[in-house]
Each structure stands twice: as C-alpha cells, then as structure tokens.
Nanobody, 122 residues
Framework: QVRMVESGGGLVQTGGSLRLSCAASGSIFSINVMGWYRQAPGKQRELVADITSDGSTNYKVSVKGRFTISRDNAKNTVYLQMNSLKPEDTGVYYC????????????????WGQGTQVTVSS
C-alpha cells in the first residue's frame, strides 16, 4: 500500500505565501517524477509544477518566478513554496508521484494525494 499525505493548504490574502508538503509512504521501490496539480471550481485539473528525481523542474507559465518546487528523495517528500499568491491560484492542490512498488514493477504508476484546499482572497 502507498499513501500520499499532503499538508499546508489554507486561506491567505493576495500577496501572501503558503508551503505545501506531500509525503509518500508505504511499499515504495523508487519514485520518478513528483508534482503538484490544482483544480479550480468548474475547471479541469492542471499541472502546476513537477520535478524529476535528479532535480529537473517544470512549471506552469503563470507560476514561474512565484512558486518553487523541491523534493527530499530520502524522505520521499515533495514541497511547493508559493509566494506572491493571487486569487487565480485558488483551488484544490493535489500531489502526484510516479513510482514503482517493487523492482519487478514494469513501469512507473501515478499515485495521488487526497488534495488540500488553497484559497487566496482579494
């Protein structure tokens, strides 16, 4: 069994900051890409940022320069530091990890956290 536990969401004013954390635990052999997605009301889930096991990052254009993704491979944890938050950043944020539960697993499989609400008031 694999668990993805997120924390750090909340309510913040425009211009404020939040830091999200997501820890993967359980039967994990290796993790490839870890990332953060968000879903605003009435919209599809979208990629916010992701990071490979060797630290290469990728960001949604609208968050570049404001958000920073990082990970601690020893702790199987991914973080998202969000600064200069805007109302359009509001949504449920989900962490994702592409991982293998055993050496014999043929391919990486995506696992998701339960989601954490981020609300930015104007």
């Amino acid at each position: 069994q694999v668990r993805m536990v997120e924390s750090g969401g909340g309510l913040v004013q425009t211009g404020g900051s939040l830091r999200l954390s997501c820890a993967a635990s359980g039967s994990i052999f290796s993790i490839n890409v870890m990332g953060w997605y968000r879903q605003a009301p009435g919209k599809q889930r979208e990629l916010v940022a992701d990071i490979t096991s060797d630290g290469s990052t990728n960001y949604k254009v609208s968050v570049k320069g404001r958000f920073t993704i990082s990970r601690d491979n020893a702790k199987n944890t991914v973080y998202l530091q969000m600064n200069s938050l805007k109302p359009e950043d509001t949504g449920v944020y989900y962490c994702n990890a592409d991982l293998k539960v055993a050496a014999t697993t043929p391919r990486f499989v995506p696992y998701w956290g339960q989601g954490t609400q981020v609300t930015v008031s104007s």
